[in-house]
């Protein structure tokens, strides 16, 4: 390989930035291209090293990256065009990122941004970007600050005002955390968000005190053979919305051949509506190390890594002081807890693309490449990261396992359903009293669930619910009785998804929603596939022709290519993105009446 | 002198394929055992020489008890898999897939996909007329995540003005449906170069070099080993794109030679394609055990000597 280099360098403060992730430039090059080759990973965090030091990735940045990790530029530039969240021309130090999705919409942002328009010139200084959903749903309207520097600030704002939006864009936000609902603070029979709200999430000592670590103590006990039946045995559902049994995934990766094994936490919660893990993370980050730990020891794997989408600062910042305290006092490293188990967790942080929680384009962007997914078979736990197998699991599915072991698995099923054990996270947003993340045994009824969340503002009624986020599906309110469990909402067509409860009335248009999630596919498929890449941009043309009343030919006629589109998207397409893309839109046709309104 | 050991045979396994049972060995692809029936089935960026991507979708086949249709060209035969190739939801596909490409990409060049669109009754017009064009540059500058508004009314397409930036070779991404071929062979399946990869993402994703500098300032070395791939015409020959843009390219006048290249002594059979006496491109058989179908910029280029006077 002949690899030529960008001619542009990269500046003194991009080239300290980028060192600090790649270590000091070696004085003589490396001889061997295997070694480099195996660095490749380090792509994303330099890349974000760069971006994070003068706010945007410059020619003389990139060159020098795909130099030190000997990477192809053109390969290097592939990467890095990939990920909505990586400027490659000049910006501004200062970016606002302003969610415009659905649950910020159900919110209002749209005044909120036309008065950004309009009061908001470009600057050198700062610039505001709209942005897909940023799991703030229960403080929308909400954005992500970012300031480039040394060191560069990263802060979510919830409940966001215009004024407060100018002002963090000229001054910096105001130096207060974004506050999470947690309505159900103090409740007794929680199990997932049992810390939530009473726990230090910054210390060791408080976690330790609230129970935490009692779980991989009774791991290394009972030893993986006793978790594997454990996990079995409580009939864990994978919650990232496959609904994998994921003890047999565990089991697969433990009973491999081949080694290195790897523990992969798919932290990239990106389902427009979605928030729980980030709740997790923020408020009770050890458990997410503990659980990974009783993974890591369980199936035999020495590494672990958490893709985290870059979205969450507060939550990048708790877990990477989590995972140094863990490591710090022995319950990660060479020998945890002192049993002579190795194990060690590294964080790596997305760049702004909703495909890269597709596991295998997870693994992808993790290795350094573009997050394409890829076809299955081979499945992860075969072919995982670098090839290896791999167990990667969503952040609530993990959360669940410290229980399962600590109590066993008939406790576990103590509570939820049959086929549903257990409970569940609901974000529930949109025009609620209180939007929030409820944990809630799986079963409970939709009408329960919102009025739980203090019902409809203003005491109204639903009119429409998106369950499970952009690639769920919405009901409307003769489905107050379903019962949210996986085996009553797959008989109805429907899927809890990531657990996307999102709540509109009457006061909210729901075509512009509509037309909000097809922009949302759009953006997001990563191109690989024609169903999707294509199928996404005639959907959005065809929502936006019906949304203004201007169909090619007749309705019904629209209407039979929207579902043509949807089905082909489903059936041929490579990955869950495309294979959902029409199903929200499809379900508000179907269900809804969406664009029929004003139709004889 | 090392003696090559026969590879111990693969084990056969047996499946059904549209009602009829075949026997193909262990690690064969469903587009290889289709193909032993006489099974046609048709492929776009799926090619011999290259490891298969599967992301046309046009072979996709249905497999009972899967819950999508499968690629045939990248998904492993199994024993006992009960394949229907020709089932509705495999013709609804094919058309539509058909349907999403003519209506974005311009396959003026390329006989094989303008075949398909005939074949399976694609109606590309379906999602109304093209809109314009982009112009130079504006498709590289799309930032990832953020679209403009759709145009009432137009079906967007990848239309764009060519590239011309060097005397070999053209770049028409407007023709462009990608494949990833031209990507594969200038990486690792063929010259290692990696001077092309994807970038950007979703409709705005494009073929590039690095920060989309021309060609001759990227790692480009000329092979035309992404032409030899190209199954659009959207990497074309000067000689070829200056001839069809004077209305002159006249296939049924060509005449193909083959021989073996003159410069160095591997030995790579070239095929000269001619029309009025005069060498108008050079290619590679796919299937010749020297070249695999690649070749280097001399045997790709280097023939305007046989003109030469001197």
């Known amino acids: 390989m002949d690899l030529r280099a960008l001619e542009s360098l990269p500046s003194d403060v991009e080239r300290v930035a980028i060192d600090a992730v790649l270590g000091p430039e070696p004085a003589v090059p490396s001889a061997s291209w295997s070694s480099a080759q195996g660095r490749r990973h380090l792509l994303l965090p330099a890349l974000h090293a760069a971006q994070a030091r003068v706010g945007f990735v410059s020619p003389g940045a990139l060159g020098y990256i795909c130099q030190r990790l000997e990477v192809a530029p053109a390969e290097g530039f592939g990467v890095a065009s990939f990920y909505a969240l990586f400027a490659l021309g000049v910006r501004p130090p200062v970016a606002l990122h302003v969610c415009d999705d659905i649950a910020c919409k159900a919110a209002g942002v749209d005044h909120l941004i036309d008065g950004l328009t309009r009061e908001v010139s470009a600057s050198a200084e700062h610039a505001w970007h709209r942005s897909p959903c940023l799991g703030l749903c229960e403080q929308a309207p909400a954005a992500l600050y970012t300031r480039a520097g040394d060191p560069p600030v990263e802060r979510g704002l919830g409940r ?17 955390e974004p506050a999470p609902a947690l309505p159900q603070r103090g409740e007794s029979g929680l199990r997932l968000l049992v810390r939530v709200g009473h726990v230090d999430p910054s210390s060791l000592d408080d976690y330790r005190a609230h129970g935490g670590y009692r779980a991989l103590r009774r791991a290394l006990e009972i030893g993986p053979a006793g978790v594997l039946r454990e996990l079995a045995d409580s009939g864990l559902l994978g919650r990232g919305g496959a609904l994998f049994p994921t003890g047999r995934k565990w089991e697969a990766v433990a009973r491999a051949t081949t080694r290195p094994r790897y523990v992969v936490c798919n932290a990239d919660e990106s389902e427009p509506g979605t928030f729980k893990d980030r709740v997790l993370m923020e408020q009770d980050p050890y458990a997410l190390v503990e659980a990974m730990t009783i993974a890591g020891v369980t199936v035999g794997a020495e590494r672990g890594f958490i893709y985290l989408r870059a979205e969450y600062p507060l939550a990048a910042e708790r877990l990477t002081h989590a995972v140094a305290q863990a490591r710090l006092r022995g319950l990660l490293g060479d020998d945890v807890l002192g049993r002579g188990a190795r194990f060690e967790i590294e964080i790596r942080r997305g760049a702004g693309a909703y495909v890269c929680g597709e596991e295998t384009a997870l693994l992808a962007s993790i290795e350094g490449h573009r997050g394409e997914p890829r076809s299955k078979p081979p499945f992860p736990v075969e072919v995982g990261l670098f090839g290896k197998p791999t167990v990667i699991n969503n952040v609530e599915t993990l959360c669940n396992v410290p229980f399962i072991v600590e109590h066993g698995a008939s406790a576990y099923r103590s509570v939820g359903t049959a086929g549903s054990p257990g409970t569940r996270l609901f974000c529930v947003s949109g025009r609620v009293e209180q939007p929030g993340v409820y944990e809630l045994a799986m079963g409970v009824t939709l009408g329960e669930l919102i009025a739980r969340a203090g019902g409809v503002i203003g005491g109204g009624a639903p009119a429409a619910v998106l369950l499970g986020g952009a690639a769920g599906s919405f009901v409307g309110k003769a489905s107050l009785d379903l019962r949210l469990s996986f085996e009553d909402t797959k008989r109805q067509g429907v899927t809890l998804g990531s657990g996307v409860v999102l709540v509109l009335d009457d006061s909210v248009p729901l075509e512009p929603i509509l037309a909000r999630i097809a922009a949302f596919f759009r953006d997001e498929s990563c191109g690989q596939c024609v169903p999707c890449r294509v199928g996404t941009v005639r959907q959005e043309e065809l929502i936006t022709r019906l949304a203004k009343r201007q169909p090619a030919g007749s309705l019904a006629g629209e209407l039979g290519l929207l579902r043509e589109l949807g089905q082909v998207m489903r059936d041929a397409s490579i990955c869950g993105l495309g294979q959902t893309a029409s199903s929200a839109i499809e379900s508000a046709v179907e269900r809804l009446g969406a664009f029929r309104e004003g139709e004889p | 002198m090392t003696v090559r050991l026969p590879l111990a045979p693969a084990r056969a396994l047996e499946l059904s394929i549209d009602g009829r049972t075949v026997s193909v060995p262990e690690g064969a692809s469903l587009l290889d055992a289709c193909r032993q029936l006489g099974i046609d089935v048709p492929t776009l960026c799926h090619a011999p020489n290259l490891t298969p991507v599967n992301v046309c979708r046009v072979c996709v086949v249905e497999v009972e008890g899967a819950r999508t249709l499968v690629p045939s060209c990248s998904r492993r035969a199994e024993a006992g898999m009960v394949v229907k190739t020709d089932s509705e939801r495999v013709r609804l596909a094919r058309r539509l897939v058909m349907e999403l490409l003519a209506s974005s990409v311009d396959l003026s060049t390329a006989p ?23 112009e130079r540059g504006e498709r590289e500058r799309r930032q990832p995540g953020h679209h403009a508004a759709p145009r009432p009314g137009a ?3 990848v239309a764009q003005p060519v590239k011309l930036d060097n005397p070999l070779f053209v770049r028409d991404l407007g023709k462009c449906m990608l494949c990833y071929k031209c990507v594969e062979a200038c990486g690792a399946d063929a010259q290692n170069t990696f001077a092309i990869a994807v970038a950007g993402r979703g409709f705005d994703a494009r073929i590039s070099t690095e920060l989309d500098v021309p060609l001759p300032d ?5 092979c035309g080993n992404c032409i030899g791939v190209c199954p659009t015409g959207a990497l074309m020959f000067q000689s070829e794109h200056q001839l069809r843009a004077a209305g002159q390219w006249d296939e049924a006048q060509q005449s193909q030679t083959d021989t073996v290249c003159s410069y160095c002594g591997v030995g790579c059979v070239i095929t000269l394609h001619a029309q009025g006496g005069r060498i108008v491109k050079a290619t590679s058989p796919h299937d010749s055990e020297v070249t695999g179908g690649h070749l280097c910029i001399k045997g790709r280029f280097g023939w305007g000597f046989v003109r030469s006077r001197d």
Not at chain 1, 160 to 176: D, K, N, S, Y
Not at chain 2, 112 to 128: I, K
């Open chain 2, 112 to 134: 094989e996909a303008s075949s398909f669109v005939e074949r399976f009754g694609a109606r590309p017009d379906r999602f109304g007329p093209p809109a314009p064009a982009a």
């Open chain 1, 160 to 176: 966001l005002t215009l004024e407060r939006a100018i002002a963090a864009l000229r001054t910096g936000p105001i130096a207060v």
């Open chain 2, 155 to 157: 079906a967007e397409t």
């Open chain 2, 218 to 222: 990227s790692a480009c070395v000329f």
